[in-house]
């Protein structure tokens, strides 16, 4: 098993940029920055609105900042949210979470492929908190019908998909608990690994051309 230390040696520091306000009439955009690239996301803030404010609460408050993707499943998900990277510590730290929300599936939004859903605990279709996964496949018929229904609360825009993929196709370490399907870059010449760190960036679509 890697140590986390020795996983995490090479993190540079994430910072969230600063929320802006999006006119109501028009759907928010979240950029999600990783070491791999941008991953532009379309949020249904009419469609979800809980769940869209919900995500939104910790992205403006900074609770994602030194967040990243900490579990990969070939052909299913792609998962970040809940962990993030604790200077002092020197160590991945859960993230402090608001309280759990709602559950607002429906079938019109499904759980297919380019799709980010909310994650929750098994047996409690309202626990949904900070952790969010988007789907690599089309996950229907293993996804909308269990435990109430995931919520899908957005869509990555189709350029994006590749750097969805590219994460999706790194190595995979056992790090320990529930990081036992811990995403990592590898970084040859140094014999490292490193996290795939995300920078959430709130703002108007229109800025992603």
Not at 35 to 52: K, Q
Not at 164 to 192: H, K, Q, S, Y
Request: glycine share 8%; charged share 15%.
């Amino acid at each position: 098993m890697w140590s986390v230390r020795t996983i995490f040696k090479t993190l540079l520091a994430a910072s969230i940029v600063p929320f802006m306000a999006v006119p109501s009439a028009m759907a928010t955009t979240v950029r999600l920055q990783t070491n791999v690239g941008a991953i532009d996301i379309a949020l249904y803030d009419a469609a979800a609105p809980r769940t869209v404010a919900n995500f939104l609460a910790y992205v403006n408050s900074g609770k994602y900042v030194n967040s990243f993707v900490h579990r990969s499943v070939p052909d299913f998900v792609i998962q970040g949210g809940g962990f993030a990277w604790n200077d002092a510590a020197a160590a991945p730290v859960a993230i402090t979470t608001f309280a759990p929300i709602a559950n607002e599936f429906n079938v019109a939004r499904s759980n297919k492929r380019g799709t980010i859903a909310m994650a929750k605990i098994g047996g409690d279709p309202n626990s949904a908190t900070s952790q969010w996964f988007i789907n690599l496949a089309d996950n229907a018929s293993a996804l909308d019908g269990q435990n109430g229904g995931f919520t899908v609360f957005g869509e990555v825009s189709v350029g994006s998909m590749a750097v969805v993929d590219a994460i999706a196709r790194l190595p995979l370490v056992n790090a320990g608990g529930v990081l036992n399907e811990f995403v990592t870059e590898n970084l040859p010449r140094m014999c490292e690994r490193r996290a795939i760190l995300v920078t959430y960036t709130n703002c108007n679509n229109k800025n992603f051309g």
